[in-house]
């Protein structure tokens, strides 16, 4: 009974941290946004407008809510528990740390791609039952692009699996390292072909920009949730950034080694009835590093980037991202196959791999700054502005 | 394991909600509804295959069932507009339900039969899984490794099989696709 | 294994549980005065003509279909991926790479067959013609230099 309780304090932990989490992530969205655009962006309420999205719920809480006539209510209200629940359920396997993890499931990264169904299932039924035909093509767009890229996805996870040979997050981290060189994106080209394809169908399951057809403002309004308001829209909000951490989690716990860091630091709280908590604080908040890193250029993309056609959007899938996901996966099995691993090649492989990456965002830096000081442009370093 | 005991009482909770929503999959008109119903359906099957110590079962059947075959439902019923009680103002033709009543009381003695012969399973052979296995290797690695050993050839086969599939697809679209998209380009509906 | 899927079930009871409060406590305080035009689908401020549920383009239903058999194959490569390394290991790397290899290549030969045939296209060719020949017969687009 009282490991009972434990976990559902560490649940109810998990899920306070997660809409938290998604709560900033829109504040930090719409203030890189505004920089991005040349304004300010929220900073009104709180220091800097950290607190805007309490605001922003609190408002959201007193809204009335509508369902259209002629809707069907009962899928109408079940469409934000599913795909909430869709969202917050993958978070179950994800190791944050050497001890913050939920449990260690042995289907690990095959759970997560099952429970990206219940997002589809949400997405679609919210867009078929509000009676509204901007919701319903918003829907089945949605339906329709995420089953495609959930294909070249499962293909990138295919090649991190032939290389870590489980599907536990915890033992593919372990075979990971701390140092770039260990990282599964720099062992060898297939896997840093993988890692974008991964990454790019990522962005197309969680319907971000360039993948937003589902809620293409300009032409269908909100998509799947143009008839929701107040909470039960919120509840889709909240989805949809928590989604961004979960994307982040998975691409750096997949191909970027996880929570490894080189040195340790543990906490350890004994607790009456069960062995003690431990909490290893370097390697989270190394793996929170990384995961603001990919959440960070996810909404830099976002605010880059045009919105892509549907049919431009298909043939993206099944014809450039499908064709080179097997390519990469027979590449991986080849490889496997012929150089093991520590043999010379592969080190050379990894060393020359892990040096191009970093001289390719040295040299990104590099014209940054060059491009700034051709323009003369004037650098706001300070965020608080 | 402390959790054990709740066991029975979880199969019994995923057994009626299975049957619960499976039965209201055929009694609800609304097709849109009897797909939400059916949604429910396989997830608390995962949950009874969770119980019966199949994690890899479980995962399959949320990942196909209701990751792709739900979608596919769903858009046949988009496409052939199935509204609320559609299916029902068609009147049925009498042998089609005297061969459907015929047929559902053969499969009901089926299963009967495989209650009333349920002792035997005890003294059926057992292969390599048992639950010994499952609990120091995770059903699994177990379940990977047979995989590939045991049932290469099968797996190979459907491999083939998919393909088969993929062509007749292909075949069977082309054959509707043409005149369907045709008619709704003249109609004007084409979305 | 009891415990760990306990969590993921704890995980969405706990999930449904927090979306039903808040919804309640929403139901608390929110105003409700609905009214006929407030509750008419959203049509950018025109009145709605007719209900949303119209026949939907066979391509979504096709997608599905072709996507369903690739769900499948990967539902039986990932396991099988799992203990590729594992027979590297133990020295039966190659049957486990020819195995593999087959088993993609014949996926492989699907794909090309179904793009061949283009199906894969969102938009089908013979659709875009007959879009094409209508242009050309309405006259009011000069598709061919006169």
Known sequence: ?385 | MELTFIKPFMFYFFASLTTGSALMVVIIRNPLYSAAMLVLTFFSLAGIYVLLNSEIIAVLQVFVYAGAIMVLVTFVIMLLNLRSGALINKPTHIIRSVVAVIFSFLLFICLISIFVSGNQVENAPKGVITAAAIESEGSFQLFSRALFSEYLLPFELVSLLLTVAVIGVVVLIRGISGAEENKQAKKGQGR | MLREYGAVLLFSVLSIGFIFVTLLASKIIRPNHPNPVKNSPYECGEVPVGNAWVNFNIRYYVLALIFLLFDVEIVLILPVAAVYKEWLNTGFGLLALSELLLFIAILVVALIYAWGRGDLNWIKTYERANAMDELKNAGDYPLEEK
């Open chain 1, 1 to 385: 009974m009282t490991q009972f309780i434990y976990m559902f304090i560490f649940a109810v932990i998990y899920l306070l941290s997660i809409a938290v989490a998604a709560g900033f992530l829109t504040v930090v969205e719409r203030r890189i946004a505004g920089r991005m655009q040349s304004r300010i962006g929220p900073n009104r309420v709180g220091p800097q407008g950290i607190v805007q999205w309490i605001a922003d719920a609190v408002k959201a809480l007193q809204k009335e809510d509508i369902i259209p006539t002629d809707a069907h209510s009962f899928l109408f209200k079940i469409a934000p528990y599913l795909v909430f629940m869709g969202v917050f359920l993958t978070l179950v396997p994800i190791p944050f740390g050497a001890y913050t993890l939920m449990e260690n499931l042995d289907t690990g990264i095959f759970y997560v791609l099952a429970m990206a169904s219940f997002v589809v299932i949400g997405v679609m039924m919210g867009g078929w039952a509000s009676n509204n035909k901007w919701s319903l093509l918003g829907g089945m767009r949605s339906a329709a692009q995420m089953i495609s890229y959930e294909v070249p996805a499962a293909l990138a996870v295919f090649v991190v699996v032939v290389m870590a040979g489980t599907l536990n997050f915890q033992k593919i981290v372990f075979s990971q390292g701390a140092s770039p060189v260990d990282w599964y994106v720099f062992r060898n080209p297939f896997a840093f072909i993988a890692f974008n394809i991964f990454f790019i169908a990522a962005l197309a399951e969680g319907n971000r920009v360039p993948f937003d057809i589902p809620e293409a403002e300009s032409e269908l309004v909100s998509g799947y949730n143009t008839e929701y308001s107040g909470m039960r829209f919120l509840f889709f909000f909240l989805a949809e950034w928590g989604n961004l951490v979960v994307i982040g989690a998975l691409v750096s716990t997949l191909f970027f080694g996880g929570w490894n860091f080189w040195f340790e630091y543990t906490l350890e709280f004994s607790v009456p009835g069960r062995y003690p908590i431990r909490f290893e604080v370097l390697g989270f908040l190394w793996f929170l590093f990384k995961v603001s890193i990919f959440v960070f250029i996810i909404i830099w993309i976002r605010w880059t980037l045009p919105r892509l056609r549907i049919d431009q959007l298909m043939d993206i899938c099944w014809k450039y991202m499908v064709p080179i996901g097997l390519f990469a996966s027979i590449g991986i099995l080849l490889w496997m196959y012929f150089v093991p691993e520590k043999s010379l090649a592969d080190t050379i492989m990894r060393y020359s791999m892990t040096s191009f990456g970093g001289l390719t965002i040295l040299y990104f830096f590099y014209r940054v700054f060059q491009n700034l000081r051709v323009t003369k442009a004037k650098i706001y370093a300070n965020p608080f502005v």
